[in-house]
Nanobody, 124 residues
Framework: VQLQASGGGSVQAGGSLRLTCTAS????????MGWFRQAPGQEREFVAG????????EYADPVKGRFTISRDNANNMVYLQMNSLKPEDTAVYYC??????????????????WGQGTLVTVSS
C-alpha cells in the first residue's frame, strides 16, 4: 500500500488542523492505520491508531481529548483531527499502515508502510 499524508501547516496555539492520509494499492480495510510524529531531535512517537472497522482507537496520552482519528474505508482515507493545538505538537506527522492483525499497536516497528510526512508547526 502507498500512503500520502497531507494537511499540515502553521497554526497558532489553540488552533486546529485536520490531517488526511490517502492510501492506494491494496485493500485499505485490511490495515490498521496509525499516525506518528517526529519532532526535531526526537524519536518518532505514536500519536493515534485505528482498527480495520474503526471500532477500536488508541491515543497517546499527550493528545487524548484533543485529537481524533477516523477512517473512511470506502475512499481509502484516514484522518487526524487536531484541536487545541500546543507548541509541543510541532512535528512532522506520518501516517502508517499495519497489515499484521487488527490489533492497534503503538510500536513503530509494527507498521510496515509509511507515508512521506507532513509538517505541523504550532506557534505560541
Amino acid at each position: 500500500v502507498q500512503l500520502q499524508a497531507s494537511g499540515g501547516g502553521s497554526v497558532q496555539a489553540g488552533g486546529s488542523l485536520r490531517l488526511t492520509c490517502t492510501a492506494s494499492g491494496q485493500t485499505f480495510g485490511d490495515y490498521v492505520m496509525g499516525w506518528f510524529r517526529q519532532a526535531p531531535g526526537q524519536e518518532r512517537e505514536f500519536v493515534a491508531g485505528i482498527s480495520w472497522s474503526g471500532a477500536k482507537k488508541e491515543y497517546a496520552d499527550p493528545v487524548k481529548g484533543r485529537f481524533t482519528i477516523s477512517r473512511d474505508n470506502a475512499n481509502n482515507m484516514v484522518y487526524l483531527q487536531m484541536n487545541s493545538l500546543k507548541p509541543e505538537d510541532t512535528a512532522v506527522y506520518y501516517c502508517a499502515a499495519d497489515d499484521y492483525s487488527d490489533f492497534v499497536s503503538r510500536a513503530t516497528r509494527r507498521y510496515g508502510y509509511w507515508g512521506q510526512g507532513t509538517l505541523v508547526t504550532v506557534s505560541s
